[in-house]
């Protein structure tokens, strides 16, 4: 799970959450991506993917268009070291 946030001219945070918890029917691979002003409500989109490989490029990918953006890391929990590739695009949006 990574939560990443930024604030916008007029003051407002707005939150972008990517989740990998939620499994789907048709496809080995998924994640969720939520975004919005709130953490408990927003825009949801599920991503779906045949392979590991196309998923983590996707990850890798809308990471960087984030941190590029603006956004910064607000949260982020890995289980087991699996997504340890993630870590330097992360490292450029802590917050020190």
Do not use: C
């Not at 604030?7 to 496809?27: E, K, M, N, P, V």
């Not at 969720?32 to 590991?52: I, Q, S």
């Not at 990471?63 to 890391?73: A, C």
């Amino acid at each position: 799970m990574i939560t990443l946030y930024k604030t916008d001219r007029q003051g407002r945070i707005h939150y972008y959450s990517l989740d990998d918890r939620q499994g789907h029917l048709f496809a080995g691979f998924t994640f969720t991506v939520n975004w919005g002003t709130t953490l408990t409500a927003g825009r949801e989109k599920v991503y779906v993917f045949e392979t590991r490989r196309e998923m983590d490029k996707k990850l890798q990918r809308l990471i960087q268009d984030r941190v590029s953006s603006g956004y910064r890391v607000l949260y982020s929990f890995f289980r087991n070291q699996e997504y340890r590739y993630l870590k330097p695009a992360l490292r450029k949006a802590v917050v020190s």
